[in-house]
């Protein structure tokens, strides 16, 4: 079995015994059950299952921005629940990057100053040739002036990727960052995702719900219905794709289930 190979063995982020009630009384929803997970510094991590399992929200509370009703996360050796609202501001500025499917760029700003905004945030002094060398390294180096209007999905969730990056957060976390792109679009962000984990030490944290996206990680989470349902460590789209099936994740997802099959991937 493969185990505890991949990786420093260095904490980047944990989870302990988290849980995240939305809703009160007859509205309650339980998203999270007592979910414990830790995240080795270095490390690319996919996390799958099927809709409504709790994705989303354990991402949000990965990454400070929902706070669980009970449980721990630790960012490196910070405890988030010690935190008031100002450091927890901070952390995420500091610390943390995170990659939304819709992109979220602000429409009003240029590719460079969307770049720019997250150390201008932060009150880093923006040294044009870092910022520059993120835009190069994402390849969009001769579109600092155009607005996000003017790019494709591909070329806008680069400049995304780019802010996520540009203050070398020690952890990235992405939601279903592929899933607004073509097939052949998608490996190409996947890759620079990818890059940013070997080149800058980073750690990765990606949900998705396309196999293929999953296999570019070192190890695939699954959760079901807001618990952890299993694991794979360096997946295969297929061992993935098995594995979704087993937890009935294509129920209502037919046409993924069948790209799949087909090794179109999505
Ligand atoms: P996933 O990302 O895997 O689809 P989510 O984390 O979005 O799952 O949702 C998990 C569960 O929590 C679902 O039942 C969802 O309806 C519920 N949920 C998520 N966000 C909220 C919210 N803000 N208020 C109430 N319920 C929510
Ligand atoms: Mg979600």
Not at 45 to 56: I, L, N, Y
Not at 153 to 182: C, M, N, S, Y
Not at 191 to 205: F, H
Request: hydrophobic fraction near 45%.
């Amino acid at each position: 079995m493969q185990t505890q190979e991949i990786g420093q063995g260095t904490a980047a982020v944990r989870l302990v015994a988290v849980e995240k009630i939305y809703g009160t009384g007859d509205n309650e929803v339980a998203a999270l059950k007592r979910l414990s997970m830790t995240f080795d510094a270095g490390t690319f991590t996919a996390v799958m299952g099927p809709s409504g399992s709790g994705k989303s929200t354990f991402l949000h509370c990965a990454a400070g921005l929902v706070r669980p009703t009970r449980g721990s996360v630790l960012v490196g050796d910070t405890d988030l629940a010690d935190l008031d609202e100002a450091g927890l501001t901070r952390l995420r500025r500091d610390r943390i990057g995170f990659v939304f499917q819709a992109y979220n760029l602000l429409p009003a700003l240029t590719v460079l100053q969307n770049v720019v905004l997250p150390l201008r945030l932060a009150g880093r002094r923006a040294s044009r040739s870092q910022v520059l060398a993120v835009l190069d390294r994402v390849g969009l180096a001769d579109r600092l002036d155009h607005l996000p209007g003017q790019l494709s999905g591909g070329q806008q969730q680069r400049v995304a990727i780019a802010r996520a990056l540009v203050t070398r957060p020690a952890v990235v976390f992405a939601d279903e960052p592929t899933g607004a792109l073509d097939t052949r679009t998608a490996a190409a962000v996947l890759g620079l995702l990818r890059e940013s984990v070997t080149a800058g030490g980073q750690t990765l944290v990606m949900v998705t719900h396309d196999p293929v996206a999953a296999s570019h990680a070192d190890r695939v989470v699954f959760l079901a219905d807001g618990g952890f349902v299993g694991e794979l460590y360096r997946p295969t789209a297929e061992a993935v794709a098995a594995r979704m099936t087993r937890l009935g994740a294509w129920d209502d997802e037919n046409l993924t289930s069948s790209a799949v099959r087909s090794g179109g991937g999505r």
